[in-house]
Every structure is written in C-alpha cells, then in structure tokens.
C-alpha cells in the first residue's frame, strides 16, 4: 500500500494534508491518533470507499477506488459497521460471502462465529444485538474473503476484553501468514505486537516508535 501526497477535504476541513507513506507486504502496521484527527478518513480511501482530492494511492499497484478485483482483497471494518440490521448474523455473512464468491462460504461462516462466540447469536437480527455482538459481526465480515490486506478501524469497540485479546491474538497470527494488516486504534496497548506505528496528527502522518 502507498499514499503519496494525498489530501483529503470535506468542504473547508483539510483533514488530510499531503500524506505519504508505504506498508509493505506483509506488514502489520498500527495507525494511531486522536478522535477526528483523520485515521478513519485514511482507512476508506486505503480500502477503495473515498477518492483522494489530491495525490496518488495504490494497493497491489493499483487504485482502490476504482479497481474491484483490489476491493476482492480487502477485507475492512470499522465502528461503523456496514450491516444490514434487518438481516440476522449469518444472513449478513452469507450476503458477503456470495458478494465476494467464497467458495465454502457456509463453512468459514460457521469458523468465524465460532471463533468469535457469536454461534448461538447467528440467527438473531443484527438490529437486535448488542454493540458488542454487532461489532464481532462486523469483524468476522472483514475476513470472511480471507483478504490479503486488513484494514480494521477502531474496531476493538464495544468488545469484553476476552474477545478483545482473541481478535488482536488472531490478527498476529495471520500475520505471520504474510497478510498485511492496518490496524487503527487510540489504546496504545492495542499495538504492541504491531511490526511497527504510524500517527495522524494536524492532517499528517507520522511515524512513531513502538
């Protein structure tokens, strides 16, 4: 992945201002910052949601934005969940998964809730869930294409802290398996295992060390 000199506005906020940085295959990168500071705003350009007003992003060498054999890739969540809340869990998962032709898909559906606990909630609404049910919906979504980049945006929300550990234990082992993961948060104890730490400050991106 590689943004070189990106800016981003939403009317006359400049919440991105030239921003340029690379991740390189296989890395395991985590991306801190304050509350609006433009980490979320990183996030969906990276994963193809928003074109860049200015500068140049590329993930396996290509634009995001309008480039859908990439977006097969990619795997993305965030807080704001993109579910269907009239759909139960798995009809959400099943959706996605026919979306992105994952052959098996009933298969790796079951292993995710299974994995998440989320196996006695998969026919309940997700308008009926917790934040903290909806939230593991969200993520198992996000590697239901078993992507190779991950893009996971403050996605430790609402999760019980034994959850919590299994998600970030799970994304360092997977990593291991050469997936590149951007793992965006504001709890520092959340990158511990990253390969190494970004932060967005006054529109910019910086690098930090662990």
């Known amino acids: 992945m590689e943004f070189v000199n990106v800016t981003k506005r939403y009317g006359n906020n400049v919440v991105l201002k030239d921003v340029s940085f690379e991740i390189d295959e296989g890395e ?36 995001p934005y309008k480039d859908y054999g990439v977006k097969q890739r990619i795997g993305f969540a965030s807080h704001n ?29 079951n292993e995710l809730f299974e994995f998440l606990g989320l196996s006695r909630k998969k026919d309940e609404r997700v308008k009926n869930l917790s934040r903290g049910f909806r939230q593991r919906v969200a993520i198992a979504r996000a590697l239901i294409n078993d992507p190779d980049l991950l893009i996971l945006d403050e996605v430790t929300t609402g999760l019980d802290p034994t959850i919590r550990e299994v998600v970030l234990d799970y994304l360092t082992e997977i990593n291991k398996m050469k997936k590149t993961i951007l793992f965006i948060t504001h709890h520092l104890d959340e990158v511990k295992n990253c390969d190494r730490m970004l932060e967005v400050k006054g529109g910019k991106v910086f690098a930090q060390s662990l």
């Open 28 to 63: 395991f990168v985590g991306l801190i910052g304050e509350n609006a500071s433009g980490k979320t705003t990183i996030a969906r350009i990276a994963s193809g949601q928003l074109k860049p007003d200015h500068g140049e992003v590329l993930v396996f060498n290509s634009p």
């Open 81 to 109: 969940l993109l579910l269907y809340p009239e759909l139960t869990a798995y009809e959400n998962l099943e959706f996605y998964g026919k979306l992105y032709d994952v052959k098996n898909f009933e298969i790796k559906i």
